[in-house]
């Protein structure tokens, strides 16, 4: 029940994010058709998305990024090198502890869920395969989604978290769109490899 109440506000950010993009951009009608459709943005290289959301001891982590930005490129990964770059892009992004700098409030993960294209593919998924290739249509547009669920003891204490060493292992990402929803209320907020911080 506690997992259904905080999917709430990452079903409610897409549509506020949308809302704000149609104001913004109203003249660029391909972006506002983009923010209609519930996404939270176009797809852009070198930007990427999370959502954080601390609810008593609970912090939920949700990033989402064009594969371009995690792995250098968005095909299916045939060759042995492109195999390569995507296990070790997952390897990174199953450490989300040190991707965003969560050295205090005595946090540990408790379930973490990782999907793309890109791992169905490396997991010789036939389905999911012939389903990529369905939903690529003509474009080559994949992304990378990483959900994290932390079990923080002491929430009190986590003041903030540090992304520059996603940037730092990740440097194809130059910008992250935040949405924070805290017991400090809500914010939006953009971070970059030279201002990686986020304050609760």
């Known amino acids: 029940m506690r997992r259904l109440l905080l999917a709430l506000p990452f079903a409610l950010l897409p549509l506020a994010v ?15 058709e983009h923010a209609e459709h519930g996404s939270l943005s176009a797809h852009e290289h070198g930007v990427a998305q999370l959502n954080v959301v601390l609810d008593g001891t609970t912090l939920e982590l949700q990033l989402e990024s ?23 892009a997952r390897s990174q992004l199953e450490q989300p502890l040190t991707l965003f700098g969560i050295a205090s409030g005595d946090c540990t993960v408790s379930t973490q869920e990782l999907e793309s294209p890109l791992f169905e593919g490396a997991a010789h998924d036939e389905h999911a395969h012939d389903e990529h290739h369905a939903d690529a249509g003509d474009s080559e547009h994949s992304e990378i989604h990483a959900h994290y669920q932390l079990d923080c003891k002491k929430p009190g204490e986590l003041k903030q978290l540090n992304l520059g060493e996603l940037f730092k292992r990740f440097p194809a990402t130059e910008k992250i769109q935040v949405q924070l929803i805290a017991p400090s209320g809500q914010q939006g907020l953009k971070l970059t490899p030279a201002q990686p911080t986020l304050n609760f």
Do not use: I, Q
């Open 18 to 32: 949308a809302h704000a993009n149609e104001h913004k951009h109203a003249h660029a009608h391909e972006h506002a």
């Open 66 to 88: 064009p594969a371009m930005n995690l792995v250098g490129f968005e095909h299916a990964a045939n060759s042995a090198a492109d195999k390569a770059k995507v296990a070790a």
